[in-house]
């Protein structure tokens, strides 16, 4: 018989799960900071576009992060909360003083080619352990994004 947590959900299923959101945790703690930099560092023709868009990117960011935070304290587990933790585990690399734009975007777009496979496998993992609140934000994720890659992908075929 499966022992559940606090929230009715099994134990070892929401182990799994938080142990991937905590990569997903440390992902987006190196794209938020990427973000971050592109934002103070951008220059050229499209300065003003691009520092809007990436102060929209890293603020988006930073309420990702604490919700994926906090659902893996709702699930029973303890969220990762050093930077050695996040350099450890994040796929996403820091972006160190990028000020053109379109290599900007570009690395934007491979922060993406790490945090959508990664919601997509939480999306199927909640979903096969009955886990809505897990379930709801990656779905929510995983469209904003899609469609954010698009604009993005089309920015640099302009």
Known sequence: MATLNQIGLDKNASKALSE???????????????????????????????????????????????????????????????????????????????????EAVAQILKGYEVLLPLERELLEMSGDSNDEGTNALMSDYIREQEKLIWMYTAYLNG
């Open 20 to 102: 991937k959101l905590n990569q997903l945790l440390a992902n987006y703690q190196i794209f938020y900071m990427n973000a971050r930099g592109f934002h103070w560092n951008i220059k050229g023709e499209k300065f003003f576009e691009l520092h809007l868009k990436f102060e929209e990117l890293y603020n988006d960011s930073l309420i990702k992060i604490d919700e994926i935070a906090e659902r893996i304290l709702t699930l029973g587990f303890t969220p990762l909360h050093t930077y050695g933790d996040y350099m450890g585990l994040s796929k996403i690399k820091e972006a160190k003083n990028i000020s053109n734009g379109v």
